[in-house]
């Protein structure tokens, strides 16, 4: 019996999952740190990451790659809490 070979999604951490989510709603690298409380240059790291474990090597694509594995949707949006604290990351600059 063959085993079946995991999708590349299934290796995200829940940390990277919700960085390639929000990537792929359009946010910034210095949104996502806002909105996860983590600096900008961590994110990019863990976005780099995803990008590598999900085989795509433009950002383009990442949002393409988390659409199609079901890490996001096109009906996703930002939930409220993460819209206050892009609202209140946006005040700190």
Same mark, same amino acid.
């Given at each position: 019996? &063959? @085993?079946?070979? @995991? #999708? #590349?999604?299934? =290796?995200? %951490?829940?940390?990277?999952?919700?960085?390639?989510?929000?990537?792929?709603? *359009?946010? !910034?690298?210095?949104?996502? *740190?806002?909105?996860?409380?983590? =600096? #900008?240059? !961590?994110?990019?790291? +863990?976005? !780099?990451?995803?990008?590598?474990?999900? *085989?795509? /090597?433009? %950002?383009?694509?990442? !949002?393409?790659?988390?659409? @199609?594995?079901?890490?996001?949707?096109?009906? /996703?949006?930002? %939930?409220?809490?993460? &819209?206050? &604290?892009? +609202?209140? *990351? =946006? &005040?700190? @600059?």
């Amino acid at each position: 019996m &063959k @085993k079946r070979k @995991k #999708p #590349p999604a299934a =290796s995200l %951490t829940p940390r990277l999952r919700q960085v390639v989510r929000l990537a792929s709603l *359009g946010c !910034t690298l210095r949104d996502i *740190g806002a909105i996860l409380d983590i =600096s #900008p240059n !961590t994110v990019d790291n +863990h976005r !780099t990451r995803a990008m590598r474990i999900l *085989g795509v /090597d433009r %950002t383009a694509l990442l !949002t393409r790659a988390a659409i @199609k594995q079901r890490v996001s949707s096109l009906n /996703d949006e930002l %939930t409220s809490s993460e &819209k206050r &604290k892009l +609202h209140r *990351g =946006s &005040k700190r @600059k």
